[in-house]
């Protein structure tokens, strides 16, 4: 029933921009605070940006203070992350997340992959 589905990854080259969207289904969106993480090839799984349920709260990873901003749409039930001056270091998959989400639990989306090169 809940699922998670990010899109909006690809290529980009240093100093782009790319919009990261990810599609709740299955629960009442409006109600849960959400995540972003990317976790990058033999490396841990690293928290970017969390944003509340209402959207009026968000913090971000010190890496990306001034360059990503996480927003949701709660009648479109979406989450997004816009991702300005990209890096190459951050080339990654990232992932949705509802850390707290339905019966407690945490829900992941599948991934998208960013990958930032010249």
């Known amino acids: 029933q809940v699922q998670l589905v990010e899109s909006g990854g690809g290529l980009v080259q240093p100093g782009g921009s790319l919009r990261l969207s990810c599609a709740a289904s299955g629960f009442t969106f409006s109600s849960y605070a959400m995540r972003w993480y990317r976790q990058a090839p033999g490396k841990e799984r690293e928290l970017v940006a969390r944003i509340n349920s209402s959207g009026l709260s968000t913090n971000y990873a010190d890496s990306v203070k001034g360059r990503f901003t996480i927003s949701r749409d709660n009648a479109k039930n979406t989450l997004y992350l816009q991702m300005n001056s990209l890096k190459p270091e951050e080339t990654a998959m990232y992932y949705c997340?509802?850390?707290?989400?339905?019966?407690?639990?945490?829900?992941w989306g599948q991934g998208t992959q960013v990958t930032v090169s010249s």
């Open positions: 997340n509802a850390p707290y989400g339905p019966n407690g639990r945490a829900y």
